[in-house]
Each structure stands twice: as structure tokens, then as C-alpha cells.
């Protein structure tokens, strides 16, 4: 079936270090691609998404590529920030095998100053 | 404000007495969604709606209910609660389906005793 696994957590960084938080995938059809992430006490919401292979999704710093043939959707930024401390999750949605949503386990970042 | 809303956002019950999570969004989307959140498992899906009406099964099912009888609210329906139904729960919304980006609410979070 479709799933998503993520680099365990978690991870603490200092300030301005190189964040890479690693993604892969299974899935019966053409995924869709996305991260999401949950600040403290909040619910989800999107960083970035890519639909097609080879698409780079970014935002707010962050960058993610769809690599079909590794089926990888790693999450990279350059340089973190205390505000980017969250809870970051990789997900997938198979839109021609049905309409459900996966999310991977949730991957832990704490930014120190 | 374009958002979606959940009622109520803690909760604390007894094993077998009925209990609903309303969850309400104002941007006009077709797609809804219901989540359960514990740790080290990440989101899983627990019912989805394409629309008025039209309801479907996610990975984790069982002992809940939902219904969609506006395009605007999806409850979630907990017949008989058990114990092992403790856990933060998110609604989600998105405009058509699972290639879009899915808008969350705040979280409402159940203990059973």
C-alpha cells in the first residue's frame, strides 16, 4: 500500500546550520508530494508540495525535490532559524487510487540559539 | 477569515458515553477530512468526504462515524468512546481533493477514562 517514512527525530540544531530532514515513499500511482508542519499547540499547515517528478517545491526557505527514481521527497533548508523549531511531516496523496491522505511519523526540530 | 473550526477543543469523557466533534470550514471546499494524532505514528486518516453526502474510509476506521449532510460540516462521531480513542484529532479541508493543500483546525484533544 501507499506510505510515507521519515528520518526519526529528533533533531536539534543551532542556529544557521544546514537542516536536511529525509522523506521516502511507497505508493500504488502517481503521488502527490508535500511537507507540513505543526508549530507547538497549533495544527498543520503546509510548507511546500511538488505533483510531478522532478518538481522543487519551496518556501520560506525550506526546498524539496520529488526524485522518482529514489523515491525521495527530502526536506533541505540552508540556514535555520530559532522560529523554524516545529514538528515537520512528510506526506502523500494518490489521487487515481483513491483520496486519502498519508502522513510519515513526524520529525522533531529544535533550533538552539 | 478563511478557516476551519473545532469544537470542542478538549474534552474529557467516560468509556460508552456518546460523543461528537463538530468541525465546521468557511471557504467553500469539498474535500473534508478527520485525523488522529499520537505519538510516534504521526496522522492517520480516519474518514474523508469528496462532498455533500459522499463519505469514505481511511486506515483507521473503526468506532467512529461521520456524516456530511452541508457541504460546510463534517462531525465526528464517537459512538461508545474506549480509551484507546485518546488522542489529539484534526480536521482538515481542502477546495477539491488530495492534490490540493489541506487547511487545518486547531486540534481537539479526548481523554477517555
Not at chain 1, 511531516?89 to 491522505?101: H, P, R
Not at chain 2, 510516534?40 to 474518514?47: A, F, T, W
Request: with cysteine.
Amino acid at each position: 500500500g501507499d506510505s510515507v517514512t521519515q528520518m526519526e527525530g529528533p533533531v536539534t540544531l543551532s542556529e544557521e546550520a544546514f537542516l536536511t530532514i529525509n522523506c521516502t515513499y511507497t505508493a500504488t500511482g502517481y503521488p502527490s508530494l508535500f511537507w507540513y508542519v505543526q508549530y507547538p499547540g497549533e495544527g498543520l499547515q503546509l510548507l511546500l508540495k511538488a505533483t510531478k517528478a522532478d518538481d522543487k517545491g519551496s518556501n520560506k526557505g525550506f526546498e524539496a525535490t520529488y526524485r522518482k527514481e529514489t523515491t525521495s521527497f527530502h526536506l533541505e533548508k540552508g540556514s535555520v532559524q530559532v522560529s523554524d523549531s516545529a514538528v515537520y511531516f512528510c506526506a502523500l496523496s494518490v489521487a487515481n487510487t483513491g483520496n486519502q491522505f498519508y502522513f510519515g511519523t513526524g520529525t522533531s526540530l529544535t533550533v538552539i540559539p | 477569515e478563511a478557516q476551519v473550526t473545532q469544537n470542542p477543543r478538549y474534552l474529557i469523557t467516560v468509556t460508552g458515553k456518546k460523543l461528537t466533534v463538530t468541525c465546521s470550514q468557511n471557504m467553500n471546499h469539498e474535500y473534508m477530512s478527520w485525523y488522529r494524532q499520537d505519538p510516534g505514528l504521526g496522522l492517520r486518516q480516519i474518514y474523508y468526504s469528496m462532498n455533500v453526502e459522499v463519505t469514505d474510509k481511511g486506515d483507521v476506521p473503526e468506532g467512529y462515524k461521520v456524516s456530511r449532510k452541508e457541504k460546510r460540516n463534517f462531525p465526528l462521531i464517537l459512538e461508545s468512546p474506549s480509551p484507546n480513542q485518546t488522542s489529539l484529532y484534526f480536521c482538515a479541508s481542502s477546495l477539491y481533493g488530495v492534490r490540493e493543500t489541506q487547511y487545518f483546525g486547531p486540534g481537539t484533544r479526548l481523554l477517555v477514562l
